[in-house]
């Protein structure tokens, strides 16, 4: 079967150049789905022009909201453009299952640990019987490499214990900006920091 190609990329922070460069990237890869994994806006400012880019171009978008917007502002971006948030949700793209949760444990918009945890429960809870599996988070797992570029931001608990539960295949997140583009392994989760340059991921 052929492969899905995704392109994930995450701390757009209302950068409508970035927004357009990361949708013709997209086009240009022939991508089949575009992963954005949270701070899509600059603290609720600035939501113009950054789903836009994407749905012009007939890309196919999910997203999750980071530490710098609300899940309402994720909510109407997703039902405004007609894309889909994966805050606590999950979706299935041939085979493979694709569930999220948003958020941080530190910034603007705080979410507790054990809220995480649950919420990436509930999206998995509906795919888990896909053989392939993508979890996609605003923030790194404590415990992995990321933690070391930052003295600011901790690690979250809520998403290695999600990892070690459910073993995604992949753990798309972003939110440690000088971590950008690090890959990891983590137990048996290949963990990627996409960063606002964007990965191109095939599974």
Known sequence: MKKL???????IHGDTGLANKLAEKAEKEKVDLVILCGDLTYAEESVEGIIGPFVKRKEKVLLIPGNHETLATADFLAEFYKVK??????????DVGIFGAGGANIGLFRIPEEEIYGLL???????????KKI???HVH???SKMEKFTSI???SSGVKKAIDSFKPDILLCSHVHEAEG???IV???????VGRAGKIIEI
């Open 182 to 184: 690090i890959e990891e």
């Open 5 to 11: 190609r995704i392109l994930a990329a995450g701390d």
């Open 141 to 143: 797992p404590t415990g």
């Open 85 to 94: 948030n994966i805050h606590g949700y999950s979706v299935k793209y041939k």
């Open 135 to 137: 979890m996609v988070t």
């Open 121 to 131: 429960k509930k999206g998995f809870d509906s795919i888990k019987g896909l053989k």
């Open 153 to 155: 931001f901790p690690g």
């Open 187 to 193: 137990g048996k989760t290949k963990v990627i920091n």
